[in-house]
Structures are given as C-alpha cells and as structure tokens.
C-alpha cells in the first residue's frame, strides 16, 4: 500500500527559529494538504496544494507559514519565527483526483513539532 | 465548523460489532459522508465513504438513511486494534479545478474496546 512519508517524525526547535516540515506524497497523487493537531484538539486543516499553487488556506496559515513542492516528490511546509503555540503534531496528505468520488486521502504519520 | 454531531465516547466488547452513529441534518445533495479514524497520534485513516446507497469494504460497513440526515459506521466484529477516534465527514468531491472539499474534522467518537 502507497504511503505518505513525513520527517523528521519529531523535531525540537527553540522559540523564534524557523523549521521545515517534509513530505514525500503518493507518487501519482496530485493534491497536497497540510492539517495540524494539538496536544488533545481537533485536527485542523491548514492548506491544501494543486498544481503548484495553494489552492486553499485556513485562517491559521498566515505569513508565517509557507509550503512549496520545490522537486516532483517533496512537499514542504514551512514556519517562520515558531512560537510556542506552533508546538503540534503537523500532518501531511495526498489524494488522487481520478479518486475524487470515490476514494479519500492517504494521511502521512505526522512530525511532531516542539517549541522550547 | 464540522457539520456532523457523533456521541464524544463509545465502548464495545471485543468480537462484538462496534455501531457508531452520526447526524448530519444540513448535508447537501452533494456532499459524501467520509468516515476516518486516528489511533492514538498517528495520522488519520481512511475507512469508507459513501452517497446515499449502503457501502461495504473490508474495513466496516456504512449504513445511510434515506433522508441522508444520518448515518452509522459499522464496524463487525472490533478488536482491541479497532480502539481509536472515528471522524464522521461530509465533504463535497469535485473533479479537477483545484478544491478537493476539504476534510473539516470534528471531535470525533472514541471508541474503546474492551477485551
């Protein structure tokens, strides 16, 4: 069974530095999406990603969040100047649009992001 | 906001079918009912999915009432791995264009099995 791939699957940064998220989406999948999950909260949805160009946002993905596919397989998420609130589980997800109807996403194993 | 409503806890015997119910009296004509679960902090998985005819895979079971407000996840005979938080979703799909109907998770059901 394909799979999402995420690293690192954890990462400690310090208050202020920023980091990169990595993805590695499903090989013919071309949709990407990014979700976040607190410790004890819902799973929120951030962006989603489509033919190089975010395709949806949420009120939480401001200007200090940015995502790019700078190679055919990597997906990436970055965050700007961390604060501790960013402190989550961040996931990753593809699906395949000729699975639209049909089918759902393949969700990666998520990082966990800790800010110190 | 999540559009569906699900109890915030269920138990179930292990071996025994795990019934999880979830409203959703505002869906539209167009928009699927997505059931995921997450066990633990792993990322969600997809279960099943359908419109309005009663679906089946190797996972669960998904029963649809007729005036689509309602729906239950049936899972036939849950075992202690089956313990996790199951997402009821409804979502639009749509082909191309870019908006795939995002997934908007509500707290979910969770679901323990107990030997």
């Known amino acids: 069974e394909p799979e999402v791939t995420q690293t690192p699957s954890h990462q400690v940064t310090q208050m202020g530095q920023e980091v990169i998220l990595r993805c590695v989406p499903i090989?013919?999948?071309?949709?990407f999406y990014w979700y976040r999950q607190i410790l004890g909260q819902k799973v929120e949805f951030l962006v989603s990603f489509y033919n190089n160009e975010i395709s949806e946002k949420s009120e939480i993905f401001d200007d200090q969040f940015s995502v790019e596919r700078p190679d055919g397989s990597n997906f990436t998420l970055k965050i700007r100047s961390t604060k501790l609130e960013d402190s989550a589980m961040y996931f990753c997800?593809?699906?395949?649009?000729?699975?639209?109807?049909?089918?759902?996403?393949?969700f990666g194993s998520g990082t966990r992001l800790t800010v110190v | 906001d999540a559009k569906t409503t699900q109890p915030p806890s269920m138990d179930c015997a292990e071996g025994r079918a795990a019934n999880l119910p979830c409203n959703h009296s505002t869906i539209s004509g167009n928009e699927y009912v997505y059931w995921y679960r997450q066990i633990h902090s792993q990322g969600p998985q997809y279960i099943i999915h359908?419109?309005?005819n009663n679906e089946t895979n190797e996972m669960a079971s998904l029963i649809i009432t007729e005036d689509r407000k309602s729906s239950t996840l049936i899972l036939p005979h849950a075992t202690l791995r089956d313990t996790a938080v199951y997402y009821c979703i409804v979502r639009v799909a749509v082909l191309g264009g870019g908006s795939q109907g995002n997934l908007i998770f509500g707290k979910g059901t969770k679901l323990s099995v107990k030997p």
């Open positions: 359908g419109l309005k």
């Open positions: 997800a593809s699906s395949d649009p000729h699975r639209t109807s049909r089918g759902g996403y393949t």
């Open positions: 090989s013919n999948h071309l949709y």
